[in-house]
Protein backbone atom coordinates (compact mmCIF):
# COMPACT_ATOMS: atom_id res chain seq x y z
CA UNK A 1 0.00 0.00 0.00
CA UNK A 2 1.32 3.45 -1.07
CA UNK A 3 0.04 6.48 1.41
CA UNK A 4 1.42 10.02 0.80
CA UNK A 5 3.96 11.79 2.97
CA UNK A 6 2.80 14.89 5.09
CA UNK A 7 4.90 17.25 6.21
CA UNK A 8 3.85 19.48 9.33
CA UNK A 9 1.42 21.84 7.64
CA UNK A 10 -0.10 19.04 5.62
CA UNK A 11 2.25 19.26 2.40
CA UNK A 12 3.01 15.98 0.46
CA UNK A 13 6.33 15.97 0.62
CA UNK A 14 6.97 12.06 -0.97
CA UNK A 15 4.90 8.76 -1.06
CA UNK A 16 5.89 5.73 1.10
CA UNK A 17 5.42 2.18 0.36
CA UNK A 18 4.57 -0.43 3.15
CA UNK A 19 3.20 -4.07 3.20
CA UNK A 20 -0.73 -4.26 2.80
CA UNK A 21 -0.73 -6.17 6.01
CA UNK A 22 0.99 -2.69 8.16
CA UNK A 23 -1.43 -1.44 11.08
CA UNK A 24 -2.62 2.01 11.33
CA UNK A 25 -0.51 2.12 14.44
CA UNK A 26 2.46 1.35 12.28
CA UNK A 27 1.87 3.77 9.35
CA UNK A 28 0.89 6.91 12.14
CA UNK A 29 4.10 5.83 14.12
CA UNK A 30 6.60 5.75 10.30
CA UNK A 31 4.75 9.05 8.76
CA UNK A 32 4.53 10.68 12.25
CA UNK A 33 8.55 12.62 12.01
CA UNK A 34 7.65 14.01 8.81
CA UNK A 35 4.53 16.10 10.53
CA UNK A 36 6.65 17.48 13.10
CA UNK A 37 6.88 21.40 13.71
CA UNK A 38 10.59 22.46 13.09
CA UNK A 39 12.20 23.94 16.29
CA UNK A 40 11.94 27.64 16.37
CA UNK A 41 15.09 30.10 16.63
CA UNK A 42 14.62 30.31 20.20
CA UNK A 43 14.29 26.70 20.51
CA UNK A 44 17.10 25.92 18.13
CA UNK A 45 19.04 28.07 20.60
CA UNK A 46 18.12 26.59 24.04
CA UNK A 47 19.13 23.38 22.43
CA UNK A 48 22.70 24.38 21.64
CA UNK A 49 23.15 26.39 24.77
CA UNK A 50 21.76 23.15 26.71
CA UNK A 51 24.03 20.74 24.56
CA UNK A 52 27.46 20.25 26.25
CA UNK A 53 31.22 20.88 24.68
CA UNK A 54 31.79 17.61 24.77
CA UNK A 55 28.40 16.36 23.17
CA UNK A 56 29.48 18.76 20.12
CA UNK A 57 32.91 17.14 19.41
CA UNK A 58 31.61 14.51 19.44
CA UNK A 59 29.31 15.39 16.63
CA UNK A 60 31.96 17.17 14.80
CA UNK A 61 34.05 13.53 14.80
CA UNK A 62 30.94 12.31 13.10
CA UNK A 63 31.48 14.56 10.75
CA UNK A 64 34.94 14.92 10.02
CA UNK A 65 34.87 10.85 10.01
CA UNK A 66 31.89 11.15 7.28
CA UNK A 67 33.57 14.19 5.57
CA UNK A 68 36.60 11.59 5.26
CA UNK A 69 34.93 8.73 3.96
CA UNK A 70 33.20 10.82 1.21
CA UNK A 71 36.55 11.86 -0.07
CA UNK A 72 38.04 8.80 -0.25
CA UNK A 73 35.36 7.49 -1.88
CA UNK A 74 35.27 10.63 -4.89
CA UNK A 75 38.90 10.08 -4.93
CA UNK A 76 38.83 6.81 -5.85
CA UNK A 77 35.79 6.84 -8.43
CA UNK A 78 38.01 9.68 -10.12
CA UNK A 79 40.78 7.37 -10.08
CA UNK A 80 43.46 9.59 -8.69
CA UNK A 81 47.01 8.57 -7.86
CA UNK A 82 48.16 8.52 -4.23
CA UNK A 83 49.93 11.67 -4.90
CA UNK A 84 46.83 13.51 -6.92
CA UNK A 85 44.99 12.24 -3.68
CA UNK A 86 47.58 13.97 -1.27
CA UNK A 87 47.92 17.13 -3.23
CA UNK A 88 44.10 17.88 -2.60
CA UNK A 89 44.03 16.02 0.70
CA UNK A 90 46.51 18.89 1.56
CA UNK A 91 44.58 21.59 -0.23
CA UNK A 92 40.96 20.86 1.72
CA UNK A 93 43.46 21.07 4.90
CA UNK A 94 44.36 24.25 4.24
CA UNK A 95 41.07 25.71 3.08
CA UNK A 96 39.19 24.47 5.69
CA UNK A 97 41.87 26.20 8.08
CA UNK A 98 41.88 29.65 6.31
CA UNK A 99 38.48 30.10 4.88
CA UNK A 100 38.12 33.91 3.59
CA UNK A 101 34.66 34.72 4.08
CA UNK A 102 33.06 39.00 3.95
CA UNK A 103 29.86 39.33 6.22
CA UNK A 104 30.56 42.93 5.57
CA UNK A 105 32.83 43.66 7.89
CA UNK A 106 35.45 43.12 5.23
CA UNK A 107 37.05 40.18 4.66
CA UNK A 108 37.53 37.66 7.47
CA UNK A 109 39.86 34.56 7.55
CA UNK A 110 38.39 31.93 9.60
CA UNK A 111 39.75 28.40 10.54
CA UNK A 112 36.89 25.95 9.72
CA UNK A 113 38.51 23.03 10.89
CA UNK A 114 38.85 24.40 14.48
CA UNK A 115 35.53 25.77 15.07
CA UNK A 116 34.44 21.95 14.40
CA UNK A 117 37.01 20.91 16.42
CA UNK A 118 36.22 23.11 18.97
CA UNK A 119 32.52 22.32 19.10
CA UNK A 120 31.24 25.50 17.42
CA UNK A 121 29.39 23.48 15.16
CA UNK A 122 26.17 26.54 14.87
CA UNK A 123 29.26 29.28 13.49
CA UNK A 124 30.98 26.44 11.29
CA UNK A 125 27.86 26.01 9.80
CA UNK A 126 27.38 30.14 8.59
CA UNK A 127 31.08 30.39 7.71
CA UNK A 128 29.95 26.99 5.67
CA UNK A 129 26.89 29.45 3.85
CA UNK A 130 29.97 31.83 2.73
CA UNK A 131 32.37 29.96 1.44
CA UNK A 132 33.45 30.04 -1.88
CA UNK A 133 34.27 27.45 -3.91
CA UNK A 134 37.92 26.56 -5.49
CA UNK A 135 37.94 28.14 -9.40
CA UNK A 136 39.23 24.94 -10.26
CA UNK A 137 42.26 26.24 -11.80
CA UNK A 138 44.78 24.40 -10.14
CA UNK A 139 45.20 20.40 -9.72
CA UNK A 140 45.10 20.35 -6.29
CA UNK A 141 41.54 22.52 -6.30
CA UNK A 142 38.54 20.32 -4.88
CA UNK A 143 36.37 22.12 -3.01
CA UNK A 144 33.59 22.28 -5.20
CA UNK A 145 30.35 24.00 -4.67
CA UNK A 146 29.08 20.31 -4.10
CA UNK A 147 31.65 19.75 -1.22
CA UNK A 148 30.88 22.50 0.33
CA UNK A 149 27.58 21.89 0.33
CA UNK A 150 27.74 18.48 1.38
CA UNK A 151 29.95 19.48 4.56
CA UNK A 152 27.29 21.97 5.35
CA UNK A 153 24.42 19.54 4.80
CA UNK A 154 26.45 17.27 7.50
CA UNK A 155 26.73 20.06 9.96
CA UNK A 156 23.15 21.52 9.46
CA UNK A 157 21.77 18.11 10.29
CA UNK A 158 23.10 17.63 13.42
CA UNK A 159 22.67 21.45 14.48
CA UNK A 160 19.10 21.57 12.82
CA UNK A 161 19.86 24.68 10.76
CA UNK A 162 19.35 24.18 6.54
Same mark, same amino acid.
Given at each position: ?? @? ?8 VVGQ ?6 T??E @??A?VL????V?P???AE???I?I????AE? @?L?A????E ?8 R??Q ?7 A ?6 V?HR? @?????N???GDR??D ?7 G???T???V???M???DMSQPD ?7 I???R????E????S
Open positions: MI @RDILDYQGNLELPDTSE @RWEAPYAVPTTKLDASRSVS @RWDEIIKFKKYNLSFMLGLTDQELMKSLWHL @RAVTVLGLVILLNLCISDLEAFILKYQPDHYLSAEVAFIDLVGKTGQ
